[in-house]
């Protein structure tokens, strides 16, 4: 009999572990929550799991009193903190995502809208254990979402912000590496929570930064694009800027020591962009490294860092596609068969990303899907203590984009080939580079180059044709004394100015594209001044028409509006005469509005004026340093 009871004791045993290990293989956790204002999607994160998809169907439930609609994930748990965003525009007013039980295990995501919004509207699309909430009624386009994580241009229509409010988790840095790239977010719900009000500028809130013998960590909330970095000269350092980021106050314009001889820091560069500077001589070693969920990003000396502490799994390249995107620009979409940490080096010549934890892919499979492509030279090998390294060669005035889907388990890789010369003059073609392009002078060089580039600077209106009015004051004499601002800079800066009109003379729309074409100039600037008849509206605006000429546009802009103390009114896609009939890069910036009393008298002071136009010729500078 006793040894029947002990016999039947540790059955039960057995019976007891079996089951709770496995109702634990089917507990989803989800590791990250992202929002994109950019295209009003939620995106849920969970841990890869054997068992089926989670969440198989969607109940939306929704309630009145106040108008809001909820839906459960059963078994299922958060390990980041309970978030509660709070937004200041669009239908969708807040979105809760909290642990609603734990027995059983529950999730439960809350969404406030206002009463005209159709909650019908709301649409889940389900990427392996992943979740995406689309707030907008729109198509998912792709089979997958992906989120841009490298970017060679400088500016871009996607960048913009809005107002918002979010929970932070106010907890210790973790000291271990996997920890930091993996778990950015992996921590209990029941921290100390700190709510802030914020720009948040569309993609990434950066709230934490980490440094490390090899370079630094750092950590947010949403997902993190890099631009193709500045490299500087005396000292010698490196510049990365991260678009659509906000960086927490507590971290700007502070120094980090990474080591004896280099250092870091971080700062809010504009509204809406984020910029870290190391301080090195290593510049050509120092690349960016993604986490599978762009929420934490290295910038590391991959010659430094010990690449196995960079992942916890391994992985498998198992598909090859790609897409035509248009005639100059194609795209190279590789899958993966589990989650992919990876590094971007850029080349004036090429792209090359490290893949750190793949170790297999088919090499006449991977040759035959890019055969007669942009990637028909593209290579892929195995490294050593690395994992695979992919090489692609690209035009030297290519634009490289790359993407992280939102799984993780898949890279896009696009490239804009530069539109062709229809000159019959011989290409000269410039000498390949074995390290990172320098897209930025030394501040000691005085802008030597700047005496190659040509600027046409048209002065709104003039003589009888005198422009918006107010207070007796005339918008071409504002314009010409600005103008004529903007081409004493210039000039003492080495740049080929000329204008439209020099002097109070009437000149003709067509007369102006005419001038500018016949000098054939690099850019066209147009300065004007705003005027309403709500005498109330202040503030500054920029105008473009062509697709070429946004970098121009938001590069001045940027400059400009955070010079000038004035509402920034933003860009705008406008068919004004003068730069929808110019071929160059043409803007025309407002500088503010006549019609307002207190704005009209800021605008005929020497200080404003000054400053107008050091900021556009500041704006001019950086795009030239940028291209």
Known sequence: MKKLFITLTFL????????????????????????????SVIVLSAQDTPGSAVLSNIKLVKLENPTRAYFDIDSSIITFPKQDWVFNSGNIKEVKITQFSTNPNKVRVLMYYDKGFNPSNIKFTRIKNNIIIRLKNDAITDANYFQNTYRDEHSSSSDFYEYLTITTPISKSQDSIVGQIQDAFNTQANQIMAKKELKLNTKFYLNNITTKQYGVLLNGFGSVTVE?????????????????TLVDTRLRNKEYRISENETVKIGQFSVNKARIVITTDAVSDYIPIYSNDTQSLILANYKKTNNSTLYNNSTNLISYNK????????????????TVVHGIDRYNDKVILYLYNASKYNEDNFES?????????????????????????????????????????????????????????????????????????????NNTNSGKHKVVIDAGHGGTDVGATGGGIYEKDITLDVSKRVE??????????????????????????????????????????????RPEITGVETHYYHQYSMSLAQTVHSAFASAVQSPNRGLFKSKFYVINHTTC????????????????????SEKRKQATAKSIADGIDNYFKQK
């Open 488 to 533: 004493a800079i210039l000039k003492q800066r080495g740049y080929q100015v000329k204008m439209t009109r020099p002097d109070d003379k009437f000149v003709s729309l067509q007369d102006r594209v005419t001038i500018s074409e016949g000098y054939s100039p690099d850019i066209f600037v147009s300065i004007h001044v705003n005027s309403s008849v």
């Open 323 to 338: 897409e035509k995107n248009d005639s100059l620009t194609e795209t190279m979409i590789l899958k993966f068969d589990s």
């Open 12 to 39: 039960l045993l057995f019976l007891c572990t079996f089951v709770q290990k496995a109702c634990s293989d089917e507990l989803y956790k989800f590791t990250s929550a992202n929002f994109d204002t950019s295209n």
């Open 369 to 445: 899907a890019y055969k007669g492509t942009f990637f028909a030279n593209a290579k892929m090998e195995l490294m050593p203590k690395i994992g695979m390294k992919l090489t692609i060669p690209v035009e030297q005035d290519a634009v490289v984009d790359t993407y992280l889907g939102s799984d993780g388990r898949s890279l896009k890789v696009k490239v804009k080939e530069a539109k062709k010369q229809t000159t019959t003059a011989p290409v000269v073609k410039k000498p390949t580079q074995t390290t990172p392009i320098i897209l930025n002078p030394p501040k000691t060089t």
């Open 585 to 604: 890069p043409a803007i025309l910036v407002e500088i503010g509005f006549i019609s307002n009393a207190n704005e009209r008298a800021q605008l005929v």
């Open 228 to 244: 193709r970095p500045l490299i500087l000269s005396n000292p010698t350092r490196i510049v990365y800027d991260l678009p659509n």
